[in-house]
T-cell receptor, first 112, second 117 residues
């Protein structure tokens, strides 16, 4: 069965520092991959998605993610974090026949 | 109004009450979803509607009753809930299967924060 893991439950970074959030998935073929962000009390907002093609995907708010088939990973990165990036981040996968499965989330705190 | 809207944003109800959550999507999608988000737990898919037909029910208790009168509106009727049902209830929509240049990405509403006393 497909699954998604986000190894880091909580991450704290200083404002202006770089960020990498990890996501690993379990599936035999290439899934569709997503990163969503959720601010406190809000719904999920799509940051970026990978369906096919270039394995480095650019998203909104300066985020990017890289699909690495050999590592079954889809890590999210940002070169310089802003205080407004503090939120919960969810990785999600979808195969051709299944619905979307979400990871448990990584909570990001930003120190001024 | 654009995107996916949900009302009310906050709801407090007793265990004997009956209430309904409403979701409306303005994206022209044909599939709609209810998710439950509890503290410290992954997002749980509850129901899926595609072209107004329920295509998935993930063993949700009967005290939750969905209704999809058309492809733009989705309701979740609540009755005799339990305190453990307190959570953020999220609605999402997508175009499934994709048409033309669209894809089947799910777009979420802001959620209804439900508290059951």
């Amino acid at each position: 069965a497909q699954s998604v893991t986000q190894p880091d439950i909580h991450i704290t970074v200083s404002e202006g520092a770089s960020l990498e959030l990890r996501c690993n998935y379990s599936y035999g073929a290439t899934p569709y991959l997503f990163w969503y962000v959720q601010s406190p009390g809000q719904g999920l907002q799509l940051l970026l998605k990978y369906f096919s093609g270039d394995t480095l995907v650019q998203g909104i708010k300066g985020f990017e993610a890289e699909f690495k088939r050999s590592q079954s990973s889809f890590n999210l990165r940002k070169p310089s974090v802003h205080w407004s990036d503090a939120a919960e981040y969810f990785c999600a996968v979808k195969t051709s026949y299944d619905k979307v499965i979400f990871g448990p989330g990584t909570s990001l705190s930003v120190i001024p | 109004e654009t995107g996916v809207t949900q009302t009310p944003r906050h709801l407090v109800m007793g265990m004997t009450n009956k209430k309904s959550l409403k979701c409306e999507q303005h994206l022209g999608h044909n599939a709609m979803y209810w998710y439950k988000q509890s503290a410290k737990k992954p997002l749980e898919l509850m129901f899926v509607y595609n072209f107004k037909e329920q295509t998935e029910n993930n063993s949700v208790p009967s005290r939750f009753s969905p209704e999809c009168p058309n492809s733009s509106h989705l309701f979740l009727h609540l009755h005799t809930l339990q305190p453990e049902d307190s959570a953020l209830y999220l609605c999402a929509s997508s175009q499934d299967p994709p048409v033309g240049t669209s894809d089947d990405t799910q777009y979420f509403g802001p959620g209804t924060r439900l508290t059951v006393l």
